[in-house]
């Protein structure tokens, strides 16, 4: 656990829990679904990872709303690290996030940690039904924590909404859109009151980093997907989007599972960008 800042495999984590020489892992339970927000919370309720803490997407993972700062504002990093600190996760303290989405929203924590500069913590590759598959049992027991201290430190860098327009000028930067390819195309969109996407983006649709059982594919077979989108640039120079700047940690995971590390988010992604009508959108 120790050693991986990106994914860890449901038998590489039993495996890791039976280890009662090692530091002991953090475990958080991220489900959620975008329709029902209180999804998360009542399934967490009902059985969970043994240990595992509960953070909502809404109210830990996500800053308070103004109407032009996106679905899913970045929350205060201060607030988050004593968040963090209080379910105990010490500076060094290996964590786990998962969910029952292919990492749809564990990716979202995983990030924030990457953001504020905590390196040990990882994804549960193909999630809560991978866990049970390989032989786990979920529990209804709330864990008891030990408050450590938690430094933010240097971490994964993040744009804003300047910078993404001033790159329509520059094309300092290539954005990739995680989104569906319709939503993408600007049709059949729900979630936010403007379909469409910003100009020059490209489409890389989260799913498709997954296998059908919900597991990720192939670091190799990533990276070949990844270049095929990003051409000649670096790594360096992506910047991740979505509808709200969750999903979009999901590409941005699966670039750093495929070695194709220092690509940045932009957190208000296509929510905050829609919110003002002088922005330009593409069909």
Known sequence: MSETSTLISASALLARLDRSDLPKVVIFDCRHDLANPEFGASAYAVGHLPGAHFMHLDRDLSGPLTGLNGRHPLPEARRLAERLAACGVGDDTPVLAYDDAGGMFAARLWWLLRWLGHEAVAVLDGGVQAFLRAGGALTDAVPESVPRHFDIRPGLGSVDTGFVMGNLETAEALVIDARSPDRFRGENETLDPVGGHIPR????????????????????????????????????????????????????????????????????????WCADPARPVER
Not at 243 to 272: D, K
Request: aromatic letters at 8%; proline letters at 3%; one cysteine or more.
């Open 201 to 272: 983006a490209r489409n890389r649709f989260f799913r498709d980093n997954l296998e059908r059982d919900g597991t990720f594919k192939p670091a190799g077979v990533l990276r070949q997907a990844f270049l095929s989108v990003i051409d000649d640039r670096q790594a360096s120079e992506v910047i991740h989007q979505c509808g709200s700047g969750v999903t979009a940690c999901h590409n941005l995971l699966a670039m750093e599972v495929a070695g194709l590390t220092g690509s940045r988010l932009y957190p208000g992604s296509w929510s905050e």
